[in-house]
């Protein structure tokens, strides 16, 4: 298995770009695809994860590698179910968006080039951004709901027992039901896609290679 390794981080070369190729180190493998330094300095750019101000220069690359492998299987689930080919997927938006994370798509390319990567490297990532994303909302955001019950218990357990614990005045329930549904909302839709990558990850072989 060791040789098998060393192999692939030896020989590997980019594999989005076709020009310019470059030897590079695997910083983990989904499959058959390895997740390249390149990919790893490429989320960097445009923010895949949110940098916290705390975290070791280590730690921050770990976590965007985490983040790389995630999108990785995700993108991987969709493709090899067909349900890729299904989605409606808006490449352009997630494009600009990525864009203005970088600043703008003058300076992302010249750190795209620092980097030794192409502008389809870039497009590759939004692809699967969107996918993830286009699947996030047309197929798991439908299955979400939140009762009217949820919302009254999340009011007494989030702002009834906050407040009287601080002694101060209780807001009624109607000044925060929309701001307490969304809360809700978006915690069920998390814990959808967290199924969906536990159920992913299970008929994905993942092997990361760095720490």
Not at 23 to 41: F, K, N
Not at 62 to 90: F, H, K, M, N, P
Request: with cysteine.
């Amino acid at each position: 298995m060791w040789i098998w390794r060393l192999a692939v981080i030896c020989l590997c070369v980019s594999h989005f770009a076709l020009a310019d190729q470059v030897l590079e180190e695997v910083m983990a493998v989904v499959d058959s695809t390895p997740i390249l330094h390149s990919d790893i300095e490429l989320a960097d750019l445009v923010s895949l994860v949110e940098r916290n101000p705390d975290a070791t220069v280590d730690d921050h690359r770990s976590r965007l590698l985490d983040a790389r492998i995630r999108l990785e299987v995700q993108y991987r689930d969709l493709e090899d179910s067909g349900t890729l080919y299904r989605l409606d997927i808006d490449l352009e938006r997630a494009l600009d968006t990525l864009v203005a994370r970088a600043g703008n798509e003058q300076l992302l390319r010249a750190q795209l080039e620092d980097h030794g990567l192409v502008w389809a490297d870039f497009e590759e990532l939004a692809l699967r951004i969107a996918a993830t994303s286009a699947f996030t909302e047309q197929r798991l955001r439908p299955r979400v709901s939140v009762s009217l019950d949820e919302v009254r218990t999340a009011y007494e357990e989030l702002v009834v027992a906050r407040h009287k614990s601080q002694d101060q005045t209780v807001p009624p329930l109607t000044s925060v039901h929309d701001d307490l549904y969304r809360l809700l909302l978006e915690r069920k839709l998390n814990d959808e896609i967290e199924r969906w990558l536990d159920s992913a990850t299970e008929r994905h072989d993942v092997t990361r290679f760095v720490r």
